[in-house]
């Protein structure tokens, strides 16, 4: 019987072992899970602000040739207005 005692002891070890190994290893993974999961939202996440940094980027040189081009058709009409008016500068 003292052999049988033992043996029980034994695999009440071995299945305690077991168990919390299971549980560790389905704690890992699910760490490991959430860690892809969190780099691929920030992958999403980098690849919408790059959009968005190519859209804004294009408006600001829109908007560059915009004020240029005003410049020079404000340039324009003031040197109408000097010629119609006979200022010499």
Do not use: C
């Not at 049988?4 to 899970?33: C, E």
């Amino acid at each position: 019987m003292h052999v049988n005692g033992d043996l029980r002891k034994i695999m009440a070890a071995l299945v305690t072992a077991g168990i919390l190994g299971s549980w560790s290893f389905a704690a890992t993974r699910a760490s490991s899970d959430d860690i892809e999961a969190v780099r691929d939202e920030i992958k999403e996440v980098e690849s919408e602000a790059k959009e968005r940094h190519a859209k804004l980027a294009k408006n600001v040189e829109d908007i560059k040739k915009t004020i240029q081009l005003e410049a020079v058709a404000a340039a324009a009409f003031r040197a109408q207005v000097r010629s119609a008016l006979d200022i010499h500068e």
